[in-house]
C-alpha cells in the first residue's frame, strides 16, 4: 500500500514532442504528489508538486495531471528539449506523517535532437 | 540560492568499517532525512529526524545505522559496520513545514 508506481520505464521522445510519465498510488493517505527531475551523479531536484484539491498544475512547460478517484497522476513535459534528457521521479507523502517521500522507479528519459 | 551540501562526495571503505556522512541541511529547515539510491534503482527512504530525535525509520535503516545532529548546523548518518550491499548514493533531503524537500548532491559510498 506504500508503493507508488512509475510507467514508462523509459522514454524517448524527439525534439519539440510530449513526454509523458504515469504514477498510480494506493495509499489514500498521500497528499502531496511531487516530481523531481534527476541527472547524473546528481541529487534529486524538485521540479513541481501538486496537492489533491487541484486536478492540475502548470508551471511553464511542465504540467501535472492528477486524478484523486483513479488514485493517478501524470507528468506531461511540453515542448521536449534535449537538455530535458534525465531520469524523471515520482513520489508521493503523507504529509501529516512527518513527510517521508515514497519514490516511484523512476523514468529514464532521452530527447532527441 | 540555499542549499544543502553533503560530504565527501564519493568515500570507499573497506567492509565492515565505519563511515559517517555528513549533511549541512538548508539553515532555516526543520526536518531532515537521508534516502539512499542503488545504482540504477529509486531513492529509498532511510530515516527521518525532527526535533532532535528520529520521527520515523524505515526497515533498512536497522541497528547499523544511526543519525545525529551533533550541533545547530550538521547532520550525520553513521554506518557502523559497512557491508558489501551498502553500497549506492546516500542523499541527506531538508524542510521546512508542509513544504518542498530540498535534496543534497549525495554521497557515493563503494564499498569494498
Known amino acids: 500500500q506504500q508503493q507508488v508506481k512509475q510507467s514508462p520505464q523509459s522514454l524517448i521522445v524527439q525534439k519539440g514532442g510530449i513526454s509523458i510519465i504515469n504514477c498510480a498510488y494506493e495509499n489514500t493517505a498521500f497528499d502531496y504528489f511531487p516530481w523531481y527531475q534527476q541527472f547524473p551523479g546528481k541529487g534529486p531536484a524538485l521540479l513541481i508538486a501538486i496537492r489533491p484539491d487541484v486536478s492540475e498544475k502548470k508551471e511553464g512547460r511542465f504540467t501535472i495531471s492528477f486524478n484523486k478517484s483513479a488514485k493517478q497522476f501524470s507528468l506531461h513535459i511540453m515542448d521536449s528539449q534535449p537538455g530535458d534528457s534525465a531520469t524523471y521521479f515520482c513520489a508521493a507523502a503523507p504529509y501529516n506523517q512527518g513527510g517521508k517521500l515514497i519514490f516511484g522507479q523512476g523514468t529514464e528519459l532521452s530527447v532527441k535532437p | 540560492e540555499p542549499e544543502v551540501t553533503q560530504t565527501p562526495s564519493h568515500q570507499v571503505t573497506q567492509m565492515g568499517q565505519e563511515v559517517i556522512l555528513r549533511c549541512v541541511p538548508i539553515s532555516n529547515h526543520l526536518y531532515f532525512y537521508w534516502y539512499r539510491q542503488i545504482l540504477g534503482q529509486k531513492v529509498e527512504f532511510l530515516v527521518s529526524?525532527?526535533?532532535?530525535?528520529?520521527?520515523?525509520k524505515s526497515e533498512i535503516f536497522d541497528d547499523q545505522f544511526s543519525v545525529e545532529r551533533p550541533d545547530g548546523s550538521n547532520f550525520t548518518l553513521k554506518i557502523r559496520s559497512t557491508k558489501l550491499e551498502d553500497s549506492a548514493m546516500y542523499f541527506c533531503?531538508?524542510?521546512?513545514?508542509?513544504?518542498?524537500?530540498?535534496f543534497g548532491q549525495g554521497t557515493r559510498l563503494t564499498v569494498v
Open positions: 529526524f525532527y526535533n532532535n530525535e528520529i520521527s520515523e
Open positions: 533531503a531538508s524542510r521546512k513545514d508542509r513544504a518542498e524537500a530540498f
